[in-house]
């Protein structure tokens, strides 16, 4: 099985690892200039301009404004759901190779399983090598970095997110039977869920605290640079009537502000915690598929 | 003795439709069994049922006394299927198609198949993507066979080729099992590819087993009878008729079992066996193989 599997996937095992060592590279790159860098640097923020000016510096730099590796990050889990998780089991169904690989000496459950932990598990590592760089390439930046900006690009949510998006396309590809639909229903599925988890749950893990400034001036500028903070701030008069979030002209008298935020400590936590329900569900569906193909595919 | 395949009141429903409505079957040890009818017939889920890819919606199937359903790993070494067709990796090589073969059965014999390939002059480093229709149907039969199975189970697996790989597909298929003394059920639509190499045959419409036996029994027992125009609703007594046919001048009666007494203007006319199954086909609610000998057999 393990000969086999790697015969069908070696193509895609090739795809998968150019583009994982190229988003390792790079992040890894970038991280090391900038750990260089970072004894030169007067304040802990300005990390694009610390870099040296030799040419490894000014490649660092490119890297960093074309800012390849985060949509990478982003992207590639969703493009492998796509393009090897959803045709797994459909293209043999497509082909017809089922029926030949059903009725060879080994069952279904078997096949299905081994094909699974041989495609998933190499992936999964790529991703949390990559999602771990990453937090590297933040380490770098010194402890007043604001992690929450590029939060779904670090380990261990970046692997799980991998985890999940292989899991939607074996189950699309088994239940849908062809390639090309089962692939859109990943993609679009697997969008969902990331976007909808990231606008609607993720904020609501902790309760969020809440930060009351009287110096409206101040309102943005004393804010904790590590923190993630919520939504706009809201403006209150001096009996404590909302007035809103943006102020009018005719709108009363603002006297204070309050902020809902999550501070940076919680990183971690709240990692954690996405990073399981990921895997959650991913192991939710993964079981369903391996129900699907191995009782009702036919 | 335990029959290869043996199913009782098989019933299998897709969605609304059923593809096999009360089937029952005993495939006879060592033959080679022809599973015939028109498409739609329910020949790939038969044989989709005793490959264990597929659960029966009610009713038993056996194969060597075995569920392949509920105890598919104790068949899987003992029998081998070739899917309509004959579904390969076409990215694959021979060799690598021979590999598949050898990783996925613990029973397998490299060295026949290869001897089997190399004998039909396949090119072992060619894609299986551009072989010949032939070629592929011969490359599927191999991996098949490479596991020696005790039965071997074909679906409609000369239906895309042209007659002289037809011809050669059936030789080698025959010389094989010949060889090993396994039992054979081979679907087809088309009569002439199954008379040639089948024994036993099965006629199966709409769901259900119509006749099924020995090919020279179902011979010896047919016949063909012709003579005056009878009135289309005469009550014909002391025969079993299949299916009569009537003209301006002239009945056709088909039956089954012994020849009547023929009365003046009678003659019994040749019954070729595609002409009789076609008789089957044609006239599907024709009485169905008599149920007590399957019994017996089960019991």
């Given at each position: 099985m393990i000969w086999v599997t790697w015969r069908q996937h070696r193509l895609e095992a090739l795809w998968a690892f150019v583009l994982a060592a190229l988003l390792a590279g790079s992040v890894g790159f970038v991280a090391l200039q900038l750990s260089i860098a970072s004894g030169s640097c007067p304040g802990a923020v300005g990390f694009g301009y610390c870099l040296s000016g030799d040419a490894f510096g000014q490649i660092a730099q490119g890297i960093l404004r074309?800012?390849?590796?985060?949509y990478g990050l982003v992207v590639l889990p969703?493009?492998?759901?796509?393009?090897?998780?959803?045709?797994?089991?459909?293209?043999?169904?497509?082909?017809?190779?089922?029926?030949?690989?059903w009725t060879q000496g080994v069952t279904r459950?078997?096949?299905?399983?081994?094909?699974?932990?041989?495609?998933?598990?190499?992936?999964?590592?790529?991703?949390?090598?990559?999602g771990y760089l990453e937090v590297v390439f933040l380490n770098v930046q010194g402890p007043q970095v604001n992690r929450w900006n590029i939060f779904d690009q670090q380990a261990p949510v970046v692997p799980a997110a991998t985890f999940l998006a292989l899991a939607l396309g074996v189950a699309f590809g088994a239940v849908i039977r062809r390639s090309v639909p089962a692939m859109a229903a990943t993609l679009l599925a697997f969008v969902v869920v990331r976007v909808g988890i990231a606008e609607l749950v993720r904020s609501h893990y902790i309760a969020p605290l809440a930060k009351t400034t009287h110096d409206l001036n101040a309102v943005g500028v004393q804010a904790d640079p590590t923190a993630w903070w919520l939504g706009f701030p809201d403006y209150y008069d001096s009996s404590g009537h909302l007035l809103g979030n943006l102020i009018?002209?005719?709108?009363?008298q603002p006297s204070y502000v309050?902020?809902?935020?999550?501070?940076?400590?919680?990183?971690?936590?709240?990692?954690?915690i996405e990073a399981s329900i990921l895997t959650g569900l991913a192991l939710l569906i993964l079981a369903f598929a391996v129900y699907w193909v191995t009782r009702r595919a036919t | 003795m335990i029959a290869p395949i043996e199913a009782t009141g098989l019933r299998k429903r897709f969605g609304r439709t059923w593809a096999l409505d009360d089937c029952s079957i005993r495939v006879p040890a060592g033959k080679i069994a022809g599973l015939v009818g028109p498409n739609g017939a329910g020949k790939t889920t038969f044989l989709h049922l005793a490959a264990g890819l597929l659960r029966p919606t009610a009713g038993e199937i056996t194969v060597f006394g075995r569920s392949p359903q509920q105890q598919l790993?104790?068949?899987?070494?003992?029998?081998?299927?070739?899917?309509?067709?004959?579904?390969?990796?076409?990215?694959?090589?021979?060799?690598?198609?021979?590999?598949?073969?050898?990783?996925?059965?613990?029973?397998?014999?490299?060295?026949?198949?290869?001897?089997?390939?190399?004998?039909?002059?396949?090119?072992?480093?060619?894609?299986?993507?551009?072989?010949?229709?032939?070629?592929r149907a011969q490359v599927a039969l191999a991996i098949a066979l490479g596991k020696h199975p005790e039965l071997l189970l074909l679906d409609e697996p000369v239906a895309r080729l042209d007659p002289l790989a037809?011809?050669?597909?059936?030789?080698?298929l025959t010389e094989a099992v010949a060889e090993e003394g396994s039992t054979v059920l081979l679907s087809s639509h088309v009569m002439a590819d199954l008379e040639r190499v089948c024994d036993y045959l099965i006629i199966i419409a709409a769901g259900r087993v119509q006749v099924a036996g020995e090919i020279d029994a179902l011979l010896a027992s047919h016949h063909l009878i012709v003579g005056p125009r009878l009135n289309a609703n005469a009550r014909i007594s002391g025969v079993e008729l299949v299916k009569a046919e009537h003209t301006e001048r002239q009945s056709s009666l088909w039956i089954r079992g012994p020849v009547p007494e023929l009365g003046a203007g009678w003659r019994e006319e040749p019954l070729p066996l595609e002409e009789l199954v076609i008789t089957y086909l044609s006239a599907p609610r024709a009485v169905t193989m008599p149920r007590p000998q399957l019994q017996a057999a089960a019991s």
């Open positions: 074309f800012d390849l590796a985060q969703a493009l492998a759901g796509a393009f090897i998780g959803a045709p797994l089991v459909a293209r043999e169904i497509e082909n017809g190779t089922h029926h030949l690989a459950m078997r096949w299905l399983l081994v094909k699974l932990a041989l495609v998933f598990v190499p992936l999964m590592a790529a991703a949390a090598l990559v009018g002209p005719s709108v009363g309050i902020q809902s935020f999550q501070p940076g400590d919680r990183f971690w936590a709240f990692q954690t | 790993l104790l068949l899987l070494d003992r029998v081998g299927f070739v899917a309509q067709d004959t579904p390969l990796y076409s990215g694959f090589s021979v060799e690598d198609m021979l590999g598949f073969g050898r990783e996925l059965n613990r029973r397998w014999d490299q060295t026949d198949v290869e001897e089997r390939l190399r004998s039909l002059d396949i090119p072992f480093d060619q894609r299986v993507g551009q072989l010949s229709g032939g070629q037809r011809r050669d597909f059936m030789r080698r």
